[in-house]
């Protein structure tokens, strides 16, 4: 037997025939003809069987749950950023091309690219560091710490907690300062913002981009070539020294000998102040080198701050980070993840003194950190699925349950309850399991219960769900009493 679907194909294809012989027997030049065979067309295809839609990849819709727990992060993120007194601010989701290019290095081929419009060549911004930058310029600012969290993208190959739309929460701290103030700052909120999410175990790895460079120039790599030098170096979290020794090689054109001396410095990681001071003897060649010995030296006061606030031994020093984007000038770190969920960096930053010159000629030196909250989110989740935790979108404190079809008696309740911002819903059904069943899936501990036995008395039920406990309240007093009872909570 042919199932439904088939005959119903079969009835379109028979249609579609019939409308080309039809058309055999009109002139096309006929306007009514040529609405007649539009009629058919569009009949035609209503009748086609249409697919699911879908969204792009690398993108993630976010339901109630996901949304309850993001929420709940940002709200943590927020507060951590105004404690440390830092302002708000918003820039736009695109910007010109040219504020975009070349500040990224090999990166800038995942800019997303716009069509021109009316003009002007724009580009999805790819992080909001440009845009603080370009801002701080343009308004001519010599000094400012703020706070973004926003969306940015880029045209990447989508992968497990790696997308092409994401937010990014970010703190940038911009002005003249005599010490290391903001690196100090801005490593403390971020180990402060990875306690406070309770994710659990990360450390943050930490190099300096001075000393860096010192040792590309120590190894023998001529500076035209750091930053794509840099832009290798920085896989080595993802890949084998060896794979990166070939590219060196066989795609940057280093000799084997110059990348055998930048593989015995780059595996030299462990606890900041023992590294530092191997790297501070007399035979090291940092020492012989200017640039190298101002950044051994910004990095001992760093330590030593980091390690007062006791932040510091959730740093490594790693000789490896090299993060690739051009506009690192200083100290540069990135958070890792040490569970078992494998998301990769969740954070980084790091110094960029000449990025907001670039723009106006006008040197502001800058420091900033960046938490990739995607990959934390998903982070969050897993360990929420692990926990067996139950994950209530709604914040409602008080469900008004009225046992009839009377929405005026609801509004006038549910109203009083909203008036004294109480976080209220209302629901309409004669079964009192009903109204129960809503207030537990919802996460709702007090029910107040309004039938006609209750209208006639003056009174309303108040139920407590998690104790089962019930008692009646005078209806004029209701607000006042769940007030209390949500006060003593």
Not at 119 to 146: Q, W
Not at 249 to 273: N, Q, S, Y
Request: aromatic share 8%; glycine share 6%.
């Amino acid at each position: 037997m042919r199932s439904e679907g088939e005959i119903h194909l079969d009835n379109v294809a028979t249609l579609g025939q019939w409308a080309q012989q039809l058309a055999l027997y009109f002139d096309p030049q006929d306007a009514f003809n040529g609405t007649l065979l539009e009629k058919i067309k569009e009949i035609v295809e209503s009748n086609e069987i249409r697919r699911l839609p879908k969204i792009p990849k690398g993108t993630r819709d976010f339901g109630k749950d996901q949304m309850a727990i993001r929420e709940h992060a940002f709200s943590i993120i927020t507060s951590v950023f105004k404690m440390h007194g830092a302002v708000a601010l918003d820039t736009p989701v695109f910007e010109l091309r040219e504020t975009l290019m070349g500040k990224y290095g090999e990166d800038s081929k995942l800019i997303y690219d716009l069509a021109d419009q009316g003009g002007e060549l724009c580009s999805l911004r790819y992080d909001l560091t440009v845009p603080f930058a370009r801002y701080v310029a343009m308004n001519n600012i010599s000094s400012l710490k703020r706070y973004q969290i926003a969306k940015v993208y880029r045209r990447d190959n989508p992968s497990k907690g790696r997308y092409r739309e994401f937010y990014q929460c970010d703190l940038d701290i911009a002005g003249q300062y005599e010490v290391m103030e903001p690196d100090f700052e801005v490593l403390k909120v971020l180990t402060e913002l990875l306690d406070k999410l309770n994710i659990g175990d990360y450390e943050i790895k930490l190099n300096h981009r001075k000393l860096l460079d010192g040792m590309l120039g120590i190894c023998g790599v001529s500076s035209e070539k750091f930053r794509t030098v840099c832009s290798s170096i920085d896989k080595l979290d993802k890949q084998p020294f060896e794979q990166v020794k070939t590219e060196l090689v066989e795609e940057k054109g280093l000799a084997v000998e110059t990348v055998d001396r930048i593989g015995m410095f780059v595996k030299k990681r462990g606890p900041p102040l023992e590294v530092l001071s191997e790297l501070k003897k007399e035979d090291s060649p940092f020492l012989g080198h200017a640039d190298s010995a101002l950044a051994l030296n910004e990095l001992e006061i760093l330590f030593k701050a980091l390690g007062k606030s006791k932040s510091l031994e959730k740093i490594v020093f790693d000789l490896s980070l090299a993060r690739g984007l051009d506009y690192y000038t200083g100290v540069i770190f990135e958070a890792v993840f040490k569970g078992s969920t494998q998301v990769g960096s969740i954070a980084a930053g790091g110094r960029y003194d000449n990025l907001v010159g670039m723009f106006s000629g006008k040197q502001v030196p800058a420091v900033g950190v960046s938490l990739g909250i995607e990959r934390v989110f998903t982070i969050m989740e897993q360990l929420e699925k692990e926990r067996n935790e139950v994950i209530h979108a709604t914040e409602t404190q008080v469900l008004v349950a009225i046992l009839s079809k009377d929405l005026l008696l609801a509004a006038e309740l549910v109203s009083q309850l909203w008036n004294a911002n109480i976080k209220a819903e209302f629901a309409l059904n004669k079964r009192v399991r009903n109204h129960i069943d809503r207030a537990i899936e919802s996460g709702i501990t007090w029910v107040v219960f309004v039938g006609e036995s209750e209208i006639n008395s003056g009174i309303v039920k108040l139920k407590n769900i998690k104790s089962h406990q019930e008692e009646e309240i005078p209806r004029e007093r209701f607000v006042e009493q769940v007030q209390k009872r949500l006060s003593d909570v």
